[in-house]
C-alpha cells in the first residue's frame, strides 16, 4: 500500500472560520510533511514531522498549525487565514533519512 | 535563490518520439535527485531517482542522466505517450536535510 490519503478533497472557508485538514498513510514511514504550492508553482514545504515530532517550520505563519497525533495521522490546522492561502495544500511521506516521498492527492483550499 | 532550475517551461513532442527534460542544480551537497510527475488536481508521483554517485539510472521507458561536472540532469522518455502529457518536477535531496528542493516544473505535452 504506497497511498497517502487527504481529506477533504476541496474546502472554502471564509477568514474567519477555523478548519482542519487531515493526512493519513499506512506505510509505516515516521517522516510526514505539508507542502503548499500555488498554480504553475513547485510544491513548496512548509512543515516535516519526523518520529511525530515537529523537526523542520519553515517560517509559516502561525495560522497554520500542524499537528502529529501518531505515526500515521498528521493534521493542519487552519485559523484566520488569508484569500492568499488559497493554494493546494500536499501531504507527503517517507522513511525518516530517505529521499522518496509518496504524495497524497491534495486539498484544494479557497479563502474568501 | 532558486537551486533547482528547470529552464524550459514547456515541452511538445509528437508520440512515439523522445521527450527530453532538463534540470540544472547550483548546489554540490545535493546527494539524490528525483523526478516525479503530476497530473492536474494529482499530487505528485514518484517517477525516477538517481544518486549522485550514479551517471544513469533507468527504469521501463525512463532514463534519468546526471552530469555532476556540469551540475545538470536529463529525463529522457522513450517512446513518448499521449497519457505521460503532465507537469513534471525535478527535485533534489541532500542527506541528513531532511527536506526535497523542487525546480519549477516543466509542462510535457504529448501529441498524437
Known amino acids: 500500500d504506497t497511498e497517502v490519503t487527504q481529506t477533504p478533497k476541496h474546502l472554502v472557508m471564509g477568514m474567519t472560520n477555523k478548519k482542519s485538514l487531515k493526512c493519513e498513510q499506512h506505510m509505516g514511514h515516521r517522516a510526514m510533511y505539508w507542502y503548499k504550492q500555488k498554480a504553475k508553482k513547485p510544491p513548496e514545504l512548509m512543515f516535516v514531522y519526523s518520529y511525530e515530532k515537529l523537526s523542520i517550520n519553515e517560517s509559516v505563519p502561525s495560522r497554520f498549525s500542524p499537528e502529529c497525533p501518531n505515526s500515521s495521522l498528521l493534521n493542519l490546522h487552519l485559523h484566520a487565514l488569508q484569500p492568499e492561502d488559497s493554494a493546494l495544500y500536499l501531504c507527503?511521506?517517507?522513511?525518516?533519512?530517505?529521499?522518496?516521498?509518496?504524495f497524497g492527492p491534495g486539498t484544494r483550499l479557497t479563502v474568501t | 535563490d532558486q537551486q533547482v532550475k528547470q529552464n524550459s517551461p514547456s515541452l511538445s513532442v509528437q508520440e512515439g518520439r523522445i521527450s527530453i527534460l532538463n534540470c540544472d542544480y547550483t548546489?554540490?551537497?545535493?546527494?539524490?535527485f528525483l523526478w516525479y510527475k503530476k497530473y492536474p488536481a494529482e499530487g505528485p508521483t514518484f517517477l525516477i531517482s538517481?544518486?549522485?554517485?550514479?551517471d544513469k539510472n533507468e527504469d521501463g521507458r525512463f532514463t534519468v542522466f546526471l552530469n555532476k561536472s556540469a551540475k545538470h540532469l536529463s529525463l529522457h522518455i522513450v517512446p513518448s505517450q499521449p497519457g505521460d502529457s503532465a507537469v513534471y518536477f525535478c527535485?533534489?535531496?541532500?542527506?541528513?536535510?531532511?527536506?526535497?528542493?523542487f525546480g519549477a516544473g516543466t509542462i510535457l505535452r504529448v501529441k498524437s
Open positions: 548546489n554540490s551537497m545535493f546527494d539524490y
Open positions: 507527503a511521506s517517507s522513511q525518516t533519512h530517505t529521499y522518496e516521498q509518496y
Open positions: 538517481i544518486s549522485s554517485i550514479k
Open positions: 527535485a533534489a535531496y541532500r542527506a541528513g536535510g531532511n527536506k526535497l528542493v
